[in-house]
């Protein structure tokens, strides 16, 4: 399987309406036009070149979903008008369902933000109509906790009790795949020279990568000294310290530290193998392509952690420092893990409710205080 790391996109704006298209540019009226995104595969994938030699996992793309990127299915476009004065007089924004659809554009300087808006995660926000567009997720929870499992994606939110917290950042939801195209300061001329002329209207090109704003990280955990005692898990994993939101105006992350929960898997082949994907944000702080920014950015810790569940139902807890691989890998890769089972023994935890099942089960469920017992709710 292969898989790239930016969308190659061509912006096409169709000027409807033929030779009147002259008269409209120059009056400096509104034109209807038609936006067709084409979108082509240049580059691979932003992992590392030899990611395939480190990813050992089976994954099963039809039960866990797609492992790299996918096309979106819908985009968003944000046209800003500027002034004389390179500020932003108006702001309009455009839906496509797919890759095409409608927009009013008129000759002047203008921002266009593009971005995908086929997600029910992700959340956008601008402070105010000229703002910039800062993509989100919702807060789960408080923070994690030693004494409780860790949970899975399709976790509720609620509180945690401040004085068994294991890591005190908020924990939120994986985004979704997101993409985003800028192109500043794009100048709509009235010269008809600038403008290609295909069936009947005149198009104007804008060409650019439609680069992912959101990382995929691929965690490949293997047990050591296992001797049959780890079963798999109850719950999942969570990674800690990546950022809580993007700029996809300027495609600079935010500075708060936030936890992540994914699912974790039990390979097949080997039941010593797990694996999890995670998508984030990034590293706060900085604009994960730009290496000066990324070097810049402030200092942090990240940490996996995974829950593990014995054959005696007792489960525990666990954290692997990985600043040092997320912070060398700020667009995302594979990053192999291994855990000597003997270094984590069991504790003095009841066993879960059986529910009948076994292996690695997503949880769903609260983030409450427990003592002794796990409930699942299936």
Not at 107 to 112: A, K, M, P
């Amino acid at each position: 399987m292969k898989y790239r790391n930016c969308i190659t996109a061509i912006v096409a704006l169709l000027i409807l309406g033929g030779c009147t298209i002259e008269p409209l540019l120059h009056l400096r009226r509104v034109a209807s036009t038609k936006v067709v995104m084409q979108t082509t595969i240049t580059a691979e994938l932003l992992w590392q070149i030899n990611w395939q030699a480190k990813w050992d996992f089976v994954w099963n793309v039809t039960a866990y979903g797609p492992l790299g990127y996918s096309y979106p299915k819908g985009i968003r476009m944000h046209i800003y008008t500027l002034n004389d004065e390179g500020e932003p007089k108006s702001h309009n924004v455009y839906n496509f369902s797919g890759l095409e659809g409608q927009a009013d554009v008129f000759v002047g300087i203008h921002d266009l933000l593009f971005h995908n808006n086929d997600s029910e995660v992700l959340l956008f926000k601008a402070d105010n109509d000229l703002a910039d567009i800062n993509a989100y997720t919702r807060v789960i929870s408080t923070g994690l906790k030693s004494s409780t499992l860790v949970q899975t994606v399709a976790q509720k939110a609620a509180a945690t009790k401040a004085d068994d917290e294991e890591i005190d950042e908020n924990v939120c939801f994986m985004p979704d795949e997101l993409f985003r195209l800028y192109d500043s300061k794009h100048h709509i001329t009235d010269n008809l020279d600038d403008y290609d002329f295909e069936d009947g209207k005149y198009i104007l090109r804008i060409k650019g990568d439609l680069q992912p704003a959101t990382f995929i990280y691929l965690f490949q955990v293997k047990l050591l000294n296992n001797l049959d005692r780890v079963a798999g898990s109850m719950g999942g994993a969570a990674l800690s310290g990546v950022a809580d939101a993007v700029n996809l105006n300027t495609g600079v992350t935010s500075d708060t530290p936030v936890c992540v929960p994914m699912d974790v898997y039990l390979n097949n082949d080997d039941p010593d193998i797990l694996g999890a994907r995670c998508l984030t944000f990034g590293i706060p702080g900085c604009n994960p392509y730009d290496a000066a920014s990324v070097a810049a950015a402030p200092a942090g810790k990240h940490w996996f952690v995974l829950n593990v569940t014995f054959k005696t139902g007792k489960y525990k807890n666990i954290r692997i420092d990985v600043t040092d691989q997320i912070r060398a890998l700020p667009t995302g890769g594979v990053i192999p893990l291994e855990i000597d089972v003997n270094d984590f023994p069991e504790e003095d935890t009841d066993p879960p409710i059986d529910d009948g099942g076994g292996g690695f089960k997503p949880l769903i469920g609260d983030w409450n205080e427990e003592t002794g017992t796990a409930t699942i709710i299936n």
